[in-house]
Nanobody, 123 residues
Framework: QVQLVESGGGLVQAGGSLTLSCAAS????????MGWYRQAPGKQRELVAR???????NYVDSVKGRFTISRDNTKNTVYLQMNSLKPEDTAVYYC?????????????????WGKGTLVTVSS
């Protein structure tokens, strides 16, 4: 299977910066899209940023110009650089990847989630 390990969350003042990392490991044949989602208290999980294997990127409007997603395919890792953080960015951030997994008899595609990392932005 595939495991995702997230890091980089924490407490920061408004206007500050954080960088999240998510490293994938396991029986990975290849990784397609990689993304970050977030869920604030009482709200639904939303897509924050997504990057495809071809490098196409999309962001939710509320983070455009402040957040940057990138990936290192040699490390199976996706990053989220978050600048000019606002209190409304406070949420649990989850990593998600679409991967092709090495199966016993054949490979197969699946989606995997990290356990989440808490980002708290104080005003």
């Amino acid at each position: 299977q595939v495991q995702l390990v997230e890091s980089g969350g924490g407490l920061v003042q408004a206007g500050g910066s954080l960088t999240l990392s998510c490293a994938a490991s396991g029986s990975i044949f290849g990784i397609n899209a990689m993304g970050w989602y977030r869920q604030a208290p009482g709200k639904q999980r939303e897509l924050v940023a997504r990057i495809t294997s071809g490098g196409s990127i999309n962001y939710v409007d509320s983070v455009k110009g402040r957040f940057t997603i990138s990936r290192d395919n040699t490390k199976n890792t996706v990053y989220l650089q978050m600048n000019s953080l606002k209190p409304e960015d406070t949420a649990v951030y989850y990593c998600n990847i679409g991967a092709v997994v090495r199966g016993v008899s054949s490979n197969y595609g699946a989606s995997f989630w990290g356990k989440g990392t808490l980002v708290t932005v104080s005003s």
